[in-house]
């Protein structure tokens, strides 16, 4: 059974700094990508970042680039997502999650993810 607990989330002012962790247990898929994902109140869910399970590829949501960095330890079981100069528009349940390789579609799909967490960015 796939399951994550995450951890880090909290009220910051725009322009701080959060750090988000996930611990992962069950995965036993080949091909995989760890993923962080957001949702804001009447918005739907969006993937904001990613690492495949090989740690070769890492994907950022474009309004994130260069503010969120993605991580994770060898064993693919700690994602950790660090947040630098926040915005409001980050507010959001971030979510930790998995994606899966599909041969069929050639893309990776969306698979699990935990409770969420609540980031509040006030400004």
């Known amino acids: 059974q796939v399951q994550f607990a995450e951890s880090g989330g909290g009220l910051v002012q725009a322009g701080g700094s959060l750090r988000l962790s996930c611990v992962a247990s069950g995965i036993t898929f080949i091909r995989y990508a760890l993923t962080w994902s957001r949702q804001a109140p009447g918005k739907e869910r969006e993937l904001v970042a990613s690492i495949t399970s090989d740690g070769g590829e890492i994907h950022y949501e474009d309004s994130v680039k260069g503010r969120f960095t993605i991580s994770s330890d060898s064993a693919k079981t700690t994602l950790s997502l660090q947040m630098n100069s926040l915005k409001p528009e980050d507010t959001a349940v971030y979510y930790c999650?998995?994606?899966?390789?599909?041969?069929?579609?050639?893309?990776?799909?969306?698979?699990?993810w935990g409770q969420g967490t609540q980031v509040t960015v006030s400004s």
């Open positions: 999650g998995v994606d899966l390789w599909s041969s069929v579609l050639g893309r990776y799909i969306e698979g699990y």
